[in-house]
């Protein structure tokens, strides 16, 4: 699609969405910071009744409603602000969606079920595949709309205006489906491969939001299209079927049976349009949005995005710099502690008509005295991260694998109560792959597990180095890794990937001892039959416990890990 | 005021409004959970259920919805001894809600206002003697999740804070929903739902269509749609009540003991408290189905919903704890 098209696409999206914002959820707006975004936003505020803007990082009360601390201490009495979303109907612009927490996802996504009359234009600006807006949110948008790449000179100011919008608005009551229109988009969605059925429950708000705009009573056929580009091709996670694997048999032996099959339909697409099924319809308006590239996007998109979702849990804990709260207690006021308002005035609260006796002058409201200071406080523990380094080479034998993978499993299950989030990196070949990204999900470690490649030679220092990366990524986000690495100790692949032991053992140490210089807790365990000198000596490097476990099964090497983390 | 979508009005998912039912009949089987995909009606189930249950009586005013004067707890003030009936209340708890609103908490304006120390009710004392229903459980807080533990299981809310020193009953049913891609729930938690519920979207078409249709006729043929469903939700009522009142005359075989007995042991379910939830969910669908003994038909239909979360996880299993009480259920009821 040229850039003008996908920008007329966009001014589409933004007008349907002001005359069905509680139908249509909102808009999932994926795109950097720029002019093109800041044009499609500011047309958009002029058709929106209530935009109001939400600051990252904002508090729950001032989202959701809950006490107004300050008008609560100048009155004296308790008061209540409704928030954000308390007031009426509001079309929420949440900038940084990439960055909200699963929690607070989850919270929006429970008022937008609500159907409170609110919407929400997520500004997703992540520049990487896997930033991006929480699945859950994403699924209750009907729009999805990317202005990746698009000029300010290939975005002309947006052609609604509010009368336009308006009158819409008192048609779309009155708008209906065609009869088969339901039938059209449910078939469409699913050959498009979306699971979910709000896409074409969205998708039909859509089209009748379509009709309004033009004023029609009926949705036709041209709104089910752009309906369909709009909402679900976005969402499609496979060309229609026909388009890639039962399409090219019939090329290569074009014989009787489809013939028979092609050349009616042929007919019938020249001759009486009409008579064509209204899906094929569809999805030929959604493959000629599709991007070409569609499949080797999704392969590139997959993996990070289910990482994404499968850190979910951990990410919400993110860096625990909130911890578990603790009861507060009280203290004094040093300009470091949080004070905790709340608590300090139900502290100075049953006091006050003692007080007030004691001080029948003080011009103040609440009399709140120094000992009534209650202080924040909470349990910094934060969450550990098993980094699971797994030698996959061909010496290391498939066998081997098989335990590593229950390990990983068996430490996850357990996950849970102790806190830990697994990760698991692979090394074979000429170099590491990262399998499993760090995550407490067993749904996610079994899709990813199952799929461990083995065999080829044995990249040792590309394995380390992998961990390396990995570690001081996590801790960045406030996890404490811990590396496990798992080998037979032949490392016979260098860093650059050239089959040569002398230099490959170098460049492993070399990255065992970046490592321990990083101050990396770690074990060694000597998969091989007989314990490796080397694997020893690399250890010692590492300043890491080194455990030699021949024919160690899953739930043995399990025990270790766990024992030599405890001890 | 529009009402929620109906529940006998929901396509498909009849494992998911199975466990329902069965929990509107017996409460005592403890609570619901439900996991899978994203829009596969879950919490639409949740709220349709709301408006299916039949009416409790309680004691007007009373916080924590007590059914005799007697029963109103102390710290309640004003509470008369009128009866009156009201919907079962079904209470949301949102994520990221403060402890103070789920146990209660000292009433700040009371004490501000007056220098009064009153208490000020929370979610659990509101849920009590109805549900208490969490979205994403898997990502609620710990710290809240231990509350609930400890309040589900004494079936009691003991306050102990800001020098209140106060108590009051909270027996709810559980109904948890979440998504498992999102992560795990704790063993812990996990046990205390009394059945549990894979869904997911429907994969045969004409389901699907028929779904996005109803769906559609409730947002746009309000009146009409609701009109035919809500007949359908009242006789469904009417059945539960039905079997409310049956349930304590059925006949318990000791052949049917034994086989949950055995089935249990069979699958190394933890403790006993999944034989004693897969018995009262069994006893539950002969109440339903109107029979007057619970047999291995019944125990067959409830099985995986009463016992597939109180595997001990076995994560080199690929098939799966559902398949897994399949297997053992043809087995050991052959």
Redesign the interface.
Known sequence: MDPVERWAQAATAAALLAIDPE?LGGLWLRARSGPARDRLLAGLRGLLTAPRRMPPGIA?AQL?GG?DLAA?LSA???VRAPGLLGSGPVALIAPMAERMT???A??LA?TL?ASQGHCLIALDEGAEPDERLA??LA?RLALHIDLDGLALADCPPPAFDAEEIARARTYLPHV??GPDA??A???AA?RLGI???????LA?RAARALAALDGRDTADEDDLVTATELVLAPRATRFPEEDTDEAEPPQDAPEPPPETDAAPEDELDETDPPQRLPEEILLQAAKAVLPPDLLARLAAAKAPK?AK??A???A?KKGNRRG??L?SRPGRIDGQSRIDL??T???A??????RRKLTPDAPQK?LVRSEDIRLRRFEEKSDRLLIFAVDASGSAALARLAEAK?AV??M??E???RRDHVALIAFRGTGADLLLPPT???????RRL?ALPGGGGTPLAAGLRASLDLAALSKGRGLSPTIALLTDGRANIALDGTANRPAAAEDARAMARALRAQATPSIVIDMGNRPQAQLRDLAGDLAAPYIPMPRAD?QRLSTAVTAALDS | MTHPFPFSAIVGQSEMKQAMVLTAIDPSIGGVLVFG?????K?TSVRALAALLPEIDVVAGCPCNSATPAAVPDWAEGVGTEIVSKPTPVI?L???AT??RVVG??D??R???????AFEPGLLARANRGYLYI??V??L???IVDLLLDVAVSGENVIE???LSIRHPARFVLVGSG?????????QLLDRFGLSVEVA?PNN?DD??E???R??AY??DYDAFMAHWQGEDASLRKRILEARKILRAIETPDATLRDCAELCVALGADGLRGELTLLKAARAVAAYSGAETVGREHLRTIAASALRHRLR?D??D?AGSTTRVARVVDSVLA
């Open positions: 139908g729950d959701f006490v609560t004296g009495q308790l699963p929690g607070l989850a919270r429970q079920d699945a859950s699924d209906r489906l339901h039938a988009l449910t078939v699913l699971d979910s059925l709000r896409a074409p429950l039909a289910t979702s499968g979910g849990a951990g919400a578990r709260p009861p709340v608590a005035l139900r502290a609260a049953p006091w006050q008509t003692i609440v229950g499993e068996l996850l299950a996950a849970y109560a407490r999900s067993l749904v996610q470690t079994k199952a899953s | 995909d994203r829009g596969t009606g919490s949301d949102p994520l990221g402890e103070d908490a000292l700040i304006e004490a501000l206002t007056r220098g009064e120390k979205d994403e898997n990502l807080e710990d710290h804070r800001e020098g998504n498992p891609e999102e992560g795990e729930l704790r063993p979207s078409i699907r269509i779904v996005i249709r769906r559609d947002e746009m996880r994560p080199l690929e």
